[in-house]
């Protein structure tokens, strides 16, 4: 089994940054390729980036790229969402998963508890 345990959300301006973390246990970590995703409100559960195990590859939702950046530091089994010039449409549960490098929730086996990301305009 992996847990996942997510921090760094909070409140932000629009325009702002803030940098989630996600910390892994629980088994090896460094194979994982992991992921991000959050939830709006009534919403689904989107796709937000993803990272390959030993961090040579990165996928972004087309409504993030150029403001997020996922990193890893497999030392410290954790991961990593930088969020820049943040928009208020970028309010949402945060959940960090692994298992899957994919856009698809359901094909990551662990997931987080969420953290929650609030950008005011």
């Known amino acids: 089994q992996v847990q996942l345990v997510e921090s760094g959300g909070g409140l932000v301006q629009a325009g702002g940054s803030l940098r989630l973390s996600c910390a892994a246990s629980?088994?090896?970590?460094?194979?994982?390729?992991m992921g991000w995703f959050r939830q709006a409100p009534g919403k689904e559960r989107d796709f937000v980036a993803g990272?390959?195990?030993?961090?040579?590859?990165?996928l972004y939702a087309d409504a993030v790229k150029g403001r997020f950046t996922i990193s890893r530091d497999n030392a410290k089994n954790t991961v990593y969402l930088q969020m820049n010039s943040l928009k208020p449409e970028d309010t949402a549960v945060y959940y960090c998963?692994?298992?899957?490098?994919?856009?698809?929730?359901?094909?990551?086996?662990?997931w987080g508890q969420g953290t929650q990301v609030t950008v005011s305009s």
């Open positions: 990272i390959t195990p030993r961090g040579g590859t990165a």
């Open positions: 998963a692994a298992g899957s490098v994919t856009r698809t929730a359901a094909q990551y086996p662990y």
């Open positions: 629980g088994r090896t970590f460094s194979p994982l390729p």
